[in-house]
């Protein structure tokens, strides 16, 4: 049954992502007179279909392969290496046949809508449900080195007010207006002792000149998940476990964790930790693991890279505020816009080497098990799930690579700046070396997921 549950929800989040993207690509080029010849969601190889229905001049249907799908506009070069045009001149209704500014628009148009799902499903979820808000109950974890930690802020400190207005939330606490504000004065508690800590009068420069805000709710170390075959599932880590002290030291975040390990590859670590005998029926909080847990220490070498196959476990509580519609609307852009510098941020850290790839990529059996375990969450998990993985996908396609949107957007860029199209030829050869760098990254993808769970 779980099997067939991860497969419906892949399923459905790739039909909803793929119609998106397809569709941006579908309306713009109708906006601008272009023949859109198919409009297919999945994809009908060897002509295998679940559903077709031609309707004027566009052929809809639904593919037996649900891992993509395609806009056939007539006079592109795309994935379908179509030829037939290729020896007549370009007709008023062809992509070719259309100023370069509107045929950017209309590779532009998938990518677009995919920023547009996300943000409909952040409004959506916030109209309905409210905006999420982390109540001040968790102490803060302050980086060193950082602008907060100059100001006098110690990791396990307790936020009350800014400049004597009580605040209840994090969010309260970091809002743009109040680090732009005139004065800034922090009150705090610290070991039952009440403090005032005076923020400097250039933050906002200083801020901007840190690599972190260097402010945040702490994240207790408790384990999520065990990969198997790795370095903490041979020393025997469980799920479910608070990391309480490394080598001897106390640890109190998850960044302390990454930390120590990440700096000791290679090394014998021993890490000490807490651990319920049982599992309770409510939330696991890390004060309750505390109060009950059973200690237990193990020897772990992490790899050269400095991991042992650990991830987080969330536990730092939110609530939900309800919103006016122009509220969520600015929350939700706000959300889409958040998620995409991560995401960017995110890429840019695979690519650097900072980050494995191997670890930190997924394809289609990874995506349909976080699918299955958001949708196991709820309703809203899932569509979360949905608008960032619409995120993922725009910004995937924006990449200058051959065969995506980023390496189509670029060759008709250089045609608009050189004026005149690029040989027929080169632009196959250009698409052909493309699908088969997707079509390897995919198989490599497809193997990944398979055999590093």
Do not use: C
């Not at 639904?62 to 592109?76: E, H, L, N, Q, S």
């Not at 808000?133 to 800014?162: E, H, K, W, Y």
């Not at 005076?198 to 408790?222: E, H, V, Y």
């Not at 400095?306 to 852009?333: D, M, N």
């Amino acid at each position: 049954m779980d099997t067939l549950s991860t497969i419906f929800y892949f399923i459905v989040a790739i039909f909803i992502l793929v119609t998106a993207h397809e569709f941006g690509h579908f309306i713009t080029a109708r906006i601008f007179g272009m023949r859109v010849d198919r409009f297919f969601i999945g994809f009908d190889f060897f002509g295998i279909k679940l559903w077709q229905k031609k309707i004027g001049e566009t052929e809809y249907g639904i593919g037996a392969f649900p891992v993509g799908g395609y806009v056939k506009i007539a006079g592109m070069v795309d994935e379908s290496l179509d030829t037939a045009y290729v020896h007549t001149e370009p007709k008023p209704w062809e992509f070719r046949g259309k100023p370069v500014w509107q045929r950017l628009i209309v590779l532009a148009g998938g990518v677009g809508m995919n920023f547009v799902l996300a943000a409909l499903i952040f409004i959506g979820i916030t109209a309905i449900f409210g905006e999420s808000r982390t109540p001040l109950t968790t102490p803060a974890f302050i980086d060193q080195n950082s602008v907060f930690s100059s100001m006098g802020f110690r990791s396990g400190d307790r936020l009350i007010s800014i400049n004597g207005n009580r605040i209840n939330y994090w969010e309260e606490a970091l809002a743009p207006d109040q680090l732009s504000a005139k004065t800034l004065q922090y009150t705090i508690e610290r070991n039952g002792q009440v403090l005032t800590l005076q923020a400097p009068p250039d933050i906002l420069s200083r801020l901007n000149g840190s690599k972190s805000i260097g402010l945040r709710p702490t994240m207790p170390p408790i384990i999520d998940q065990v990969l198997p075959n790795d370095p903490a599932a041979k020393a025997g880590m469980k799920p479910g476990a608070l990391i309480t002290s490394i080598d001897g030291t106390p640890v109190s975040d998850w960044t302390e964790v990454v930390g120590i390990i990440s700096k000791n590859g290679g090394k014998k670590l021993a890490i000490t930790w807490l651990s319920l005998k049982s599992t309770p029926t409510g939330p696991v909080t890390a004060e309750m693991i505390r109060r009950n847990g059973q200690s237990g220490t193990t020897e772990v070498v992490p790899s050269k890279s400095g991991k042992i196959g650990i991830s987080l476990k969330q536990t730092i509580e939110t609530e939900r505020h309800k919103l006016s519609f122009p509220e969520s609307v600015v929350s939700g852009v706000n959300q889409t816009w958040k998620t995409s510098v991560m995401t960017v941020q995110g890429f840019a850290k695979i690519f650097s080497g900072q980050e494995d790839f191997k670890k930190s990529v997924g394809g289609p059996v990874k995506i349909a098990r976080i699918a299955n375990q958001s949708a196991e969450q709820g309703p809203v998990s899932f569509f979360y799930f949905v608008a960032v993985l619409s995120i993922s996908l725009a910004i995937i396609n924006i990449l200058p690579i051959p065969a995506l949107d980023g390496g189509q957007f670029m060759l008709n860029a250089i045609e608009g700046v050189i004026r005149k199209e690029i040989p027929f030829e080169i632009k196959m050869r250009i698409q052909q070396v493309g699908m088969a760098v997707l079509l390897a990254l995919f198989a490599y993808l497809m193997i990944n997921d398979i055999f590093n769970p």
